[in-house]
Structures are given as structure tokens and as C-alpha cells.
């Protein structure tokens, strides 16, 4: 008989159940990390060392002469650049359309939620049936508008494209936002004089931190990994990675050189990936903020 | 001249009339409660005065000026909110002068009235602080020294005190009270659903019920001359206790009559002619029944005893009704006894049980 009286904490003990779940988290965590081990590991192999076939294994002769070929020599097409032409597009192309589109959602939802404006309620939901329309039906239709207004295959067009297609969802995240905010907020700032803009800059503005950072983050992956409005709208000078990825790794000659593949890939995927790891705290926060009440 | 003055004032939300030709008029200085139950109307009231809600029809006039199309910061009026609404990123003189700065009002001026208002207030050491470094007590204050920098004829207050605690929120009160008598010439329209809160600070209080006025007066006619059953009931804690009975003629003029008890009524003011054998409702505060040796109502049966310090509450039963009866802290009651009450006639109220108005 065990003479042990209950007091203070309650002992933890390792039961089955306890060990269960472990093992299932450890398998779900190398089921996931595979892939991303063997794209590392090709990558720092060279061709010969690939070839015998050990995927898994460590490299014997550890080299990144494939990472710098996928960077500045790797063939898309007819040029041989490699894939930083089409990591300064997409750049060129995420900056300006992530600002935008976040501005838009911003301003939108900001109406929506506090100046009731009339059909309000209309409006929002043909937004999001917008949102749920595939885009495919808006590829040609938009091809016909961009072309006959002459901004067709643009740096301008794919900019405008990523901004409307963001908006139903941008509009969406603030709105739910907005309408967590306090209502007496807005009422005290209108009696204190401010008007559609000062309060908007002044008061709401600040207030949306958490909800600046989760937009920024789900733009920047969304335009970062688009691959359809890129191709079809971005024009020749202006592809974007992912375009010249696909080139890179479907245009090859003679020996497919998978070490370069995979280098290319990673060099593709680093900024969500950074930005993932860089603000995923963030990230939680402000979905869990924006979704509470809507 | 009256200050604010709503008249015939309807709002809706979309399908559903809030109100429907309300009228009001509040005089310079006064100092106005809307009281009433949840969803009575009252801070809608108040948000169409502050133009934060349009009106469908009717007009609202604030110091002579027709005002019913204006934007709320043209309206001459400072507003106080329960959940105090600060800015939550700006410090407290931020959040106090943000107004002015909206209005361009010069820097010199700004700083001036925000330091008196601190000043008035108490708050001067906290004007670098942010509002999450605040308590709930010192930031109503601020909401409250914001609405003074505005130096506004008419304060709006929806339900100031709701969000504090006990302690604090009689504070609050006395120190409210004390701003308005300081300020002198400023309207005060505030909104509680706290009976105490009205009857302490009031001029004149505004019971409303389900988006209707049901007497507007001052605090003692509000509480001994009860316009009807809700105001009667409303109003005063313990309750107003309600015997239900009839009117029926005596040789000496007319008495109340419930079972055997019966209420000689000849010092009692009627409002309206009444008539023998009429159904009706007597009031009576528990602080005007009596225990006396030798009283209008014997054989009440003591049941419960609250003894609440300054005064003790016995909760009586009797076959006709149970009634509340307030008494000094040092009477001692035992459940079972028996007492004696006395009713004064001229203190009670009596409605009709048809309509439940005051008769």
C-alpha cells in the first residue's frame, strides 16, 4: 500500500497515451522535413556523387558550385542568366503590389466597419463571392481589357492584377479587424472632429499593427509564389521567379542537372520562408485577433 | 431659453422605429439623467443629440441653433463614453488635445486648457502616460478631462461610471457633481440605467421605457410622486412594495381596501376623480411604513431580516401581500414575530390597476 498523501502538485507520470503522442508528433515532424533534407543534400552534391543513387545520404564532396550556377548561369530558355532575373521581378513586382493591396484592404475595410456606408452589406458581399470565383474565368476577359487599354504585359498590369485579386480577402482580414475595434473609439474621434481620413491615419492606423503584419505576410507569399498572372500578365522583360523556375527545371539539355533544380527551387521558396520564420508569432496573433469577431 | 431641445424627434434603424415623435427640452446649466432598464432608447437618445445617429424626422436644437443636419464636432458638445474610449497610442495630453489639434486651435491655447483641465481633474501627473498604464477610475478622468478641453455648453455622458467598481464609481459621482456646479452655466445630459446615480446628481431626471418618456421631473417628485406602476417600481431600492385592492366609499370619504386591511384615503391627493369599487394598485416606500405599538395594520409576520448597517430591511408576509419594511439599523427583528405597521396616507401612491397610472 503506498502511504504517499495528495498535496502540492500532482506527480506527471509517462503514460501510453503519453508516449503516442510523441511518437506521432516525431513521425509528422520527419514526414514533413524529408523532402526539404533531400533537396538540401542533392543540391550540395555534384552530378557524379548523384547519380549512385543514395538520396538520403550525406555528400561525400560537399560543394555549392550548383546553388551559384542556379543563381547566375542556369539556361531558362534561350538565356543562360540563371534565376536572379527573375528574383529581381518578382521583387519588382511584390513591393509595389503588396503595398497597394494592403492600402485598398486597409481603406475598405475601415469604411465598411465604421461609416456604414449605404449598401455596405451589398458591397461586401459581392466582394467576397469574388474571392470565391476561380480565377481562371477572370484570366481572359482581363487579357481583352488590359490589351485594349494598352498596359497589356506590364509591369503596371501584373502590379494592378495581384491588387484586385488581393482586395476581397485583404478587405475581409481588416474589416473582421476594424469591427473587433471598439465602436465608442470612432464615435469619440468624430465628436473631437475628425474626418474620414485624419481618423482613419490618426487613430485606426495605429491601432492595426498585428493586422498590418498578417496582411504583409499573406500578400507577400501569395504574390511571391502566384505563378498563372505572372505568366499570363507580367509580359517577357518581367516573369517572375516561378516562371523562370519552371523554365529552368523543364528547359534542360541532354543530362538533367538536379543539383541545380533543387538549388533553384530553395533560392525560390527562401523569402516566404523567411518571412515565416521571421514573423510567425505574428502571424498567429493577428489571425487569431482578425477572426474572433466578424 | 432651453440649451438642447428635442422635438418630435423619430429615429429608425432600417425596418424598426426607435422612437417615434419624442420631444425634450433641457434648460442652460441644468443637469439631465436619462434613467431607464436596458434598451429603453436612452443612449440613442443621446447618440442623436450628438448627431452620431441620423434622425428619420424632427428636429434637434442645441443653444438656439438648429443643429438636426450638423456633423457632431460642429454641434458644441463633448461627449463621455463607458468604456472611456481613449486613444489607446497617444498619452493622455495627446488623447485630451487631439480635438483642438483637429480644430487648429493654436499651440499656446491648447496647452493652456489641457493644464486646466488636468488641474481640475487631478490628473496632471499623468499626462505623459498612456492609457494601458492607467487605472479604470484615472481613465475615465481623462475621458472626462478630453470632454472639458473642448469647452463645450452641453456634456453628453453615456453610462460613465458603469465599468468601475463600487468604491470608485461613488467617487466619480461626488466629483462629477462638483464639476458641474463648478462649471456653472454647462448642460449635463447623462444617461444610467443606476437609480442612485439619477437621484444623486440630477435636476431633473427622464425615466424612459421601451423608447418612451414616462415622467420627466425632479428627483423627489420622481421618487415620492411616481407618474405610474414602472416609475413607482423603478425608482428606489428596496422596492416601492404594491398591494393590489379596491376603492370602496365610507361614511368619511374613500378608503383603500385589501381583504380586511383597510387604508383610510381622505388626506390623499387624487390627480384624477375616482370612483367607488375601481380596481387599483397602492405604493408604498418601506421607509413609510411604521412599526408602532398601535398601528393601522396588525399581524404582520415577520420572515426574513436584512440588516444593512445604517438601516435593517424586514421582508413581511401577509395573506393580502408581502411588503418590505425599512427601519433603523438598531431595531432587532426575529423571524415569526409579529408586528404592527402604520400607514401614513399622504404618503402613498395609488394607480389604477387598469392602466397602471398614478391616480
Known amino acids: ?294 | 431659453m432651453s440649451t438642447v431641445s428635442v422635438r418630435d424627434v423619430t429615429v429608425a434603424f432600417e425596418a424598426v422605429q426607435v422612437f417615434d415623435g419624442l420631444s425634450l427640452d433641457i434648460s442652460e446649466g441644468e443637469f439631465i439623467v436619462l434613467l431607464g432598464p436596458s434598451g429603453c432608447g436612452k443612449s440613442t437618445l443621446l447618440n442623436a443629440i450628438a448627431g452620431l445617429l441620423d434622425v428619420a424626422e424632427g428636429q434637434i436644437w442645441i443653444n438656439g441653433k438648429n443643429v438636426t443636419w450638423e456633423e457632431p464636432k460642429d454641434r458644441g458638445i463633448a461627449m463621455v463614453f463607458q468604456s472611456y474610449a481613449l486613444y489607446p497610442r497617444m498619452s493622455v495630453r495627446e488623447n485630451m488635445s487631439f480635438g483642438l489639434r483637429m480644430a487648429k486651435t493654436p499651440k499656446p491655447e491648447i496647452e493652456k486648457r489641457v493644464a486646466r483641465a488636468a488641474e481640475l481633474l487631478q490628473i496632471t501627473p499623468l499626462l505623459d502616460r498612456r492609457p494601458d498604464q492607467l487605472s479604470g477610475g484615472q481613465r475615465q478622468r481623462v475621458a472626462i478631462g478630453r470632454a472639458l478641453v473642448r469647452d463645450a455648453a452641453v456634456f453628453l455622458f453615456d453610462e460613465p461610471l458603469s465599468n468601475l467598481d463600487a468604491k470608485l464609481r461613488n467617487e466619480l459621482r461626488v466629483e462629477i457633481k462638483r464639476l458641474h456646479a463648478r462649471l456653472g452655466k454647462t448642460t449635463m445630459v447623462y444617461v444610467t440605467h443606476d437609480q442612485i446615480e439619477a437621484m444623486t446628481l440630477a435636476d431633473r431626471i427622464v425615466v424612459m421605457k421601451e423608447q418612451k418618456i414616462q415622467q420627466i421631473g425632479t428627483p423627489d417628485e420622481i421618487y415620492h410622486r411616481p407618474a405610474n406602476l414602472f416609475v413607482a417600481g423603478f425608482v428606489g431600492s428596496p422596492q416601492m412594495n404594491f398591494i393590489k385592492g379596491r376603492l370602496e366609499n365610507t361614511g368619511e370619504g374613500l378608503s383603500f381596501l385589501a381583504g380586511d386591511r383597510r387604508l383610510s384615503l381622505s388626506a390623499y391627493p387624487f390627480a384624477t376623480a375616482p370612483s367607488a369599487g375601481q380596481e387599483v394598485v397602492l405604493g408604498v416606500r418601506p421607509e413609510h411604513l411604521e412599526i408602532a405599538s398601535d398601528g393601522t395594520w396588525p399581524g404582520f409576520k415577520v420572515d426574513i431580516v436584512e440588516p444593512m448597517g445604517a438601516d435593517t430591511v424586514i421582508w413581511c408576509s401577509d395573506p393580502v401581500g408581502s411588503v418590505q419594511v425599512r427601519t433603523t439599523g438598531s431595531r432587532k427583528a426575529m423571524p415569526g414575530e409579529s408586528l404592527t405597521l402604520h400607514v401614513d396616507p399622504s404618503q402613498v401612491s395609488l394607480f389604477s390597476a387598469e392602466t397602471g397610472e398614478r391616480l
Open chain 1, 1 to 294: 500500500m503506498s502511504t504517499l498523501v495528495p498535496q502540492g502538485r500532482r506527480p506527471q507520470r509517462l503514460t501510453i497515451g503519453r508516449i503516442g503522442v510523441y511518437a506521432f508528433l516525431l513521425t509528422a515532424a520527419l514526414f514533413f522535413l524529408l523532402p526539404l533534407w533531400i533537396m538540401v543534400m542533392t543540391s550540395l552534391k555534384p552530378m557524379e556523387e548523384i547519380r549512385l543513387g543514395n538520396i538520403i545520404a550525406l555528400p561525400a564532396a560537399m560543394t555549392f558550385e550548383a546553388w551559384s550556377k542556379a543563381w547566375s548561369s542556369a539556361c531558362t530558355g534561350l538565356e543562360c542568366n540563371g534565376i536572379s532575373v527573375g528574383f529581381w521581378n518578382s521583387v519588382r513586382i511584390l513591393i509595389p503590389s503588396v503595398i497597394l493591396s494592403i492600402i485598398a484592404g486597409a481603406v475598405n475595410g475601415y469604411a465598411l466597419s465604421f461609416w456604414r456606408v449605404k449598401g455596405a452589406n451589398v458591397m461586401f458581399g459581392v466582394l467576397l463571392l469574388g474571392a470565391f470565383i476561380p480565377y481562371q474565368v477572370f484570366l481572359y476577359p482581363l487579357v481583352r481589357i488590359f490589351s485594349m487599354t494598352g498596359i497589356y504585359n506590364s509591369l503596371t498590369c501584373i502590379v494592378m492584377v495581384h491588387v484586385i485579386f488581393g482586395l476581397p480577402t485583404m478587405t475581409l482580414l481588416f474589416r473582421n479587424y476594424y469591427a473587433g475595434l471598439p465602436i465608442e473609439l470612432f464615435k469619440a474621434a468624430r465628436i473631437d472632429g475628425g474626418g474620414f481620413w485624419s481618423i482613419f491615419f490618426r487613430v485606426i492606423l495605429p491601432m492595426s499593427t498585428p493586422i498590418l503584419v498578417v496582411a504583409t505576410i499573406l500578400q507577400t507569399t501569395g504574390i511571391w509564389n502566384d505563378f498563372i498572372f505572372g505568366l499570363t500578365f507580367a509580359g517577357r522583360e518581367n516573369l517572375p521567379m516561378t516562371v523562370q523556375l519552371n523554365n529552368i527545371v523543364h528547359s534542360t539539355q541532354g543530362e538533367r542537372a538536379y543539383n541545380v533544380d533543387m538549388a533553384a527551387t530553395m533560392l525560390a521558396a527562401l523569402v516566404p520562408l523567411v518571412v515565416y520564420f521571421v514573423s510567425g508569432r505574428w502571424f498567429v496573433r493577428g489571425i487569431a485577433a482578425g477572426a474572433v469577431k466578424g
